[in-house]
């Protein structure tokens, strides 16, 4: 079993960069891939970026040379810097792992941009 608690979301201006951190309650060496998604209002959620602990790394078309996902797993933490932020990124933001067959979420974290 592992918690995962989102931070570092906010209000921001367009253009702007906002730093979301993922925190997990154990080790994620173990952790193969670990996702961050997001739900905007009226929308279905979708994933936004994925990183594995050989590196590889995806985004999604929209979020491309904007957002870096990254992992520290000396800290047990996945992050997702994002810059030139658009009002079109307002979402709650969420990062999901899946261990042993288990899915599992955080509470999420509120993003907001302003245009």
């Known amino acids: 079993q592992v918690q995962l608690v989102e931070s570092g979301g906010g209000l921001v201006q367009a253009g702007g960069s906002l730093r979301l951190s993922c925190a997990a309650s154990?080790?994620?060496?173990?952790?193969?891939?670990m996702r961050w998604h997001r739900q905007a209002p009226g929308k279905q959620r979708e994933l936004v970026a994925v990183i594995t602990t050989s590196g590889s790394i995806n985004y999604a078309d929209s979020v491309k040379d904007r957002f870096t996902i990254s992992r520290d797993n000396a800290k047990d933490t996945v992050y997702l810097q994002m810059n030139s932020l658009k009002p079109d990124d307002t979402a709650v933001y969420y990062c999901?792992?899946?261990?042993?067959?288990?899915?599992?979420w955080g509470q999420g974290t509120q993003v907001t941009v302003s245009s």
């Open positions: 154990r080790s994620i060496l173990s952790i193969n891939v």
């Open positions: 999901r792992v899946v261990v042993v067959g288990y899915e599992y």
